[in-house]
Every structure is written in structure tokens, then in C-alpha cells.
């Protein structure tokens, strides 16, 4: 069984910045993947920033630019660098974690972590 851990969320003001950090732990052989995805009260959930562990990353039009996707491959950890927040980067944001493990692929998810950028 995998375990998906998110940490760093928080109330913070437009314009500023806040890191989230989420680590996979369990029966892992290989993390193939890791990301980030969010929901805001009446939204569905949307992908967020995406990477594979050979790097390659892929991030949503809404977050080009301000936020950064990378993975420590050794901790099994995922981190999101979110820079100039806006109000509508308000959401939970979950961390989703995609693998091999001893005896099966898994597809596991975090409980979330609430990020609410407010003046």
C-alpha cells in the first residue's frame, strides 16, 4: 500500500509565494509520476503541473510562468514552488502519485492541502 502525504498549504496574500510539498511512501519500486491537482468549492478537480521521473513536465495555462513542478526521485517527493498567488489559486490541492510496487501498479491520491490566497 502507498501513502500520499501533502504539507505547506496556507492563507497568503496576492502577489506572495508558498511552497507545498507532498511524499509518497509505502511498497514503492518506481515512482513513474507525480502531481499536483486542485479543486475549488463548485469546480471540478484540474490538473495543476504534472512531472515524470525522468523530469518532463507539463503545467497548466492558468499557472505557466508563476508556479514550478520538481521531484526528488530519492525521497519519493513532489514539490510545487507557487509564486505571485492570485485569489483564483484558491483550492485544495491534492497530490497524486503513479507507480509500481511490489506486486501491482498503484494510482494513489493525498487528502489534500488548502491553499487560500486572500488580502
Do not use: H
Not at 96 to 112: E, K, P
Amino acid at each position: 500500500q502507498v501513502q500520499v502525504v501533502e504539507s505547506g498549504g496556507g492563507l497568503v496574500q496576492p502577489g506572495g509565494s508558498l511552497r507545498l510539498s507532498c511524499a509518497a511512501s509505502g511498497s514503492i519500486s518506481r515512482i513513474l509520476a507525480m502531481a499536483w491537482y486542485r479543486q475549488a468549492p463548485g469546480n471540478q478537480r484540474e490538473l495543476v503541473a504534472g512531472i515524470m521521473s525522468g523530469g518532463r513536465t507539463n503545467y497548466a495555462d492558468a499557472v505557466k510562468g508563476r508556479f514550478t513542478i520538481s521531484l526528488d526521485n530519492a525521497k519519493n517527493t513532489v514539490y510545487l514552488q507557487m509564486n505571485s498567488l492570485k485569489p483564483e489559486d484558491t483550492a485544495v490541492y491534492y497530490c497524486n502519485a503513479v507507480g509500481s510496487s511490489t506486486f501491482s501498479r498503484f494510482n494513489s491520491w493525498g487528502q489534500g492541502t488548502q491553499v487560500t490566497v486572500s488580502s
